[in-house]
Nanobody, 129 residues
């Protein structure tokens, strides 16, 4: 079992920045072997892929919309993945979820929500115009 706890969400004005974090904990497992991902679900929308990375942080994949504003990173020493968002837009308003799988994945699989058995509770990001 893997426990995930997200933090860092909040209410920000358009143009602002946020740093989301997801701390993973599981006894007897090596974080570097995980695949970690961020998804988001806006009001009235389906859950969508944001970014994914192995626990080692070597390979990081992101959705097309993240280019230039979203930065995913991994802190192996803290068993944490982070998602920094700059230039926030109202359309970024969503609940952001962290997900984990205890296997390595390629680009295609890591972008699918069905690939992850473990999910955090989500953290709300609200961007005001």
């Amino acid at each position: 079992q893997v426990q995930l706890v997200e933090s860092g969400g909040g209410l920000v004005q358009a143009g602002g920045s946020l740093r989301l974090s997801c701390a993973a904990s599981a006894s007897g497992r090596t974080f570097s072997s995980y695949t970690m991902a961020w998804f988001r679900q806006g009001p009235g929308k389906e859950r969508e892929f944001v970014a994914c990375t192995g626990g080692s942080g070597i390979n990081i994949y992101g959705a097309d919309f993240v280019k230039g504003r979203f930065t995913a990173s991994s802190d192996n020493a803290k068993n944490t993945v982070n998602l920094e968002i700059t230039g926030l837009k109202p359309e970024d308003t969503a609940v952001y979820y962290c997900a984990a799988a205890v296997i390595s994945m390629g680009r295609g699989a890591c972008a699918r929500a069905s690939s992850y058995p473990y999910w955090g509770q989500g953290t709300q990001v609200t961007v005001s115009s």
